[in-house]
């Protein structure tokens, strides 16, 4: 029973310190918000996060790798 409440306790302590650290991200990014624009294209955009996540998925399932 002991060990219920400790694992809820973490659980709580991982929560709200993940929720600081939220906080503290977001007033970060609206503080360093740069003046000017994204010169980027949407279209570049979209391909660089296709590319992103077939890399991920292909290093996660051992496709891709040093193993």
Same mark, same amino acid.
């Given at each position: 029973?002991?060990?219920?409440? !400790? @694992? =809820? +306790?973490? $659980? &709580?302590? !991982? @929560? =709200? +310190?993940? $929720? &600081?650290? !939220?906080?503290?991200?977001?007033?970060?990014? !609206?503080?360093?918000?740069?003046?000017?624009?994204?010169?980027?294209?949407?279209?570049?955009?979209?391909?660089?996060?296709?590319?992103?996540?077939?890399?991920?998925?292909?290093?996660?399932?051992?496709?891709?790798?040093?193993?």
């Amino acid at each position: 029973m002991a060990r219920l409440f !400790l @694992a =809820i +306790a973490l $659980l &709580a302590i !991982l @929560a =709200i +310190a993940g $929720l &600081a650290l !939220l906080g503290t991200v977001q007033a970060v990014a !609206l503080w360093a918000k740069g003046k000017e624009e994204d010169q980027m294209p949407q279209t570049f955009k979209r391909i660089s996060y296709i590319v992103l996540v077939i890399l991920m998925f292909g290093i996660t399932s051992g496709m891709l790798g040093a193993s």
